[in-house]
């Protein structure tokens, strides 16, 4: 194997630069002479056989090249700091966790409460699904919680939870007295869908209809806290992943309109690296499944 070009130092001035946008912004977060910052991306760009950045008059803008390296760049840092910890750490098995955003409150609590009592040191971080799958890839997470995505060799998959899309209102909604709801009775009401997949702006486009009021729109929002925020606040008719709606169901926050037609359902599974099974956390892990399922479930 052949020695790398890529120094550790490179990685975190070209971080920098990209987390802050700046050469200036870079060198104060480093603190660092804002020259040195400046021949320390030339060099890397010398190495690399490619431009990294441009400047223009907002700042320092990343090209193609870049944008691929500040990726790298981000996951092997994580790498480096998940090394030196996991080293130093004497009888207990470390374990990085991520997930998306959206299914961090349902896992993460259930998680670490499962764990709790074992010489299991668990580290949970927010990743979105391809995020969550590169980290697994690269080691610098040991598992994840993703939502349906086509997965690459070497990865192992545990079923979670099928959590089915449904439509909430607050309690005194108007359309919570109606037993026999339809789609077209939503017509008068301002609905908001979860956008987890293509899938969510089929359903957001079949709540389109000419008979729909100019006043009530149809809204795409990228994580269904927001969504729920807007039905309990603003009268909105939440169409969200029951494991997003289960706690403000319990405390009778919200009510389900147990609206027909909606036959989407958000699968979630459990990844890490193939034979990763033997390591004592990732077998606690998989045993905390069933916890974790009741987190996605109404009751």
Request: glycine share 6%; net charge positive.
């Amino acid at each position: 194997m052949g020695r790398p070009l890529i120094e550790t130092m490179d990685l975190v001035v070209f971080d920098a630069v990209a987390r802050t946008g700046s050469f200036g912004r870079a060198a104060v977060d480093l603190q660092l002479a804002q020259p040195s910052i400046s021949a320390r991306v030339a060099a890397l760009e010398r190495k690399l056989g490619a431009r990294l950045v441009t400047r223009g008059p907002r700042g320092t803008l990343l090209t193609p090249a870049g944008e691929r390296l500040a990726d790298y760049a981000r996951r092997c840092l994580d790498l480096l700091l998940e090394t030196q910890t996991a080293v130093g750490t004497q009888g207990i098995d470390r374990i990085v966790v991520a997930a998306p955003a959206s299914l961090g409150p349902p896992v993460f609590p259930a998680l670490l409460q499962a764990l709790a009592g074992h010489p299991i040191d668990v580290v949970c971080r927010v990743a979105h699904s391809s995020e969550a799958i590169a980290a697994v890839l690269d080691g610098s997470a040991h598992a994840a919680f993703v939502l349906r995505r086509a997965l690459p060799p070497g990865l192992e998959a545990m079923l979670v939870a099928a959590s089915p899309i449904v439509a909430v209102a607050a309690p005194r909604h108007r359309l919570t007295a109606n037993a026999d709801l339809r789609p077209a009775d939503l017509a008068g009401t301002p609905i908001v869908v979860h956008n987890w997949s293509e899938d969510a702006q089929d359903l957001a486009n079949a709540f389109t209809s000419p008979r729909r009021d100019a006043g009530c729109p149809v809204r795409l929002v990228g994580t269904p806290d927001i969504a729920v925020d807007l039905a309990l606040r603003l009268q909105y008719v939440a169409v969200i992943p029951l494991y997003a709606a289960v706690p403000a169901l319990r405390a009778g926050w919200l009510r389900d309109l147990r609206l027909p037609g909606l036959h989407w359902e958000q699968q979630i599974r459990l990844i890490h690296r193939a034979n990763d099974d033997r390591r004592p956390g990732i077998r606690r892990l998989r045993a905390a499944i069933p916890a974790i399922l009741a987190e996605f479930t109404e009751h």
